[in-house]
């Protein structure tokens, strides 16, 4: 599996894993065709992924198995992280469904089993700042002769741009997490003044959660808005402030581990330049007062980046 270092699908995933969820997601988005002949009872979420190096600058997925209309499906989600759409993203999903494909066939070749393969169902989700622009793979050719229509793929893919839905029905929402993600992911490229607009919101969901004991998603919240939103560290915490003694005091310890892990980053930084310029590591000890194995784990991590 592809290693997810982008905070917009961190926490996508962090949300989506969850299968309340991913049911939510399907009972109140998904178009009725289609989530009444989802049985939610099989819902549960696979290992797998088939997002290769080439597709993770463009998409994370989460995938589920569930039985659709009594036979086995693959319900993917995919989460496109860019601000701005690709040209050519059907291309993108042939690619992704090849993989599936691959990867089901060579675990069926393996325990020996029959070579029916499974459907895939691909979900994008889209929080992008422009429009997405849906064309199906047969409009990619433009317009063949009809005698070569037969030699065209051709699938289609369910498509949710959160920025077509108002801020009032993502708020009401019946899954907390569900509303939360969408909120955040929707306006985490807003500007601040806009930012801000939906605090009242956040405080609300932040009490949800606290009474929840939900506080690891509480701190994923603030990494989330740390790493995405154009606020600061303090102002942050202003805001968790607003909600109670226990939540300002996470906002409070993330904040600290923000500082220690940037001085940790400058002290690598340093060390990583001397080393470079041919200092010694007892000279490099010294200096910063660290043991010669502290150093040499530094010079191990410079190698696993480097690789």
């Known amino acids: 599996m592809t290693n997810i270092t982008n905070p ?3 926490f ?6 969850r299968l309340d969820v991913v049911r939510s997601f399907i009972e109140e988005v998904l178009p009725k065709q289609y989530r009444d002949k989802i049985n939610l009872d099989s819902l549960r979420l696979s290992n797998s992924s088939f997002i290769d190096e080439e597709l993770s600058e463009h998409l994370a997925d989460l995938v589920y198995h569930a039985e659709y209309a009594g036979e086995p499906a693959k319900i993917s989600l995919l989460f496109e992280h860019k601000s701005y759409q690709e040209d050519f993203p059907e291309l993108q999903l042939l690619q992704y469904m090849n993989n599936a494909y691959r990867e089901e066939r060579q675990k069926k070749k393996k325990d020996k089993k029959p070579k029916r393969s499974t459907v895939v169902i691909p979900i994008i989700i889209h929080h992008g700042t422009s429009a997405w622009k849906k064309i199906s793979m047969r409009k990619q050719f433009g317009n063949p002769h009809e005698d070569l229509l037969k030699f065209l793929p051709e699938f289609d893919y369910l498509l949710f741009s959160l920025n077509d839905f108002e801020d009032e029905q993502i708020a009401n929402f019946k899954n ?3 509303s939360t993600t969408a909120m955040l992911l929707k306006h985490s490229r807003d500007e601040k003044k806009k930012l801000l ?11 949800i ?5 939900e506080n690891d998603f509480i701190s994923a919240i603030f990494y989330y808005l740390h790493s995405t939103a154009n606020l600061t560290p ?6 968790f402030t607003k ?3 226990i939540v300002t005091n996470i906002a409070m310890t993330a904040t600290e581990q923000l500082r220690l892990e940037e001085r940790e980053n400058t002290t690598f930084n340093n060390i990583r330049n001397l080393i470079q310029n041919g200092a010694s590591m007892e000279l490099i000890s010294k200096s910063f007062g660290l043991s010669i194995q502290k150093i040499e784990d530094i010079i191990q991590k410079m190698k696993n980046s480097a690789n």
């Open 234 to 239: 303090n102002e942050i915490v202003i805001i």
């Open 8 to 10: 917009h699908d961190k």
């Open 209 to 213: 959660f606290e009474s929840s004991h």
């Open 243 to 245: 909600v109670s003694t």
């Open 176 to 178: 907390t997490f569900l």
């Open 12 to 17: 996508f995933r962090t949300s989506f894993s």
């Open 197 to 207: 607009a939906i605090e009242t919101f956040l405080i609300e969901k932040l009490k």
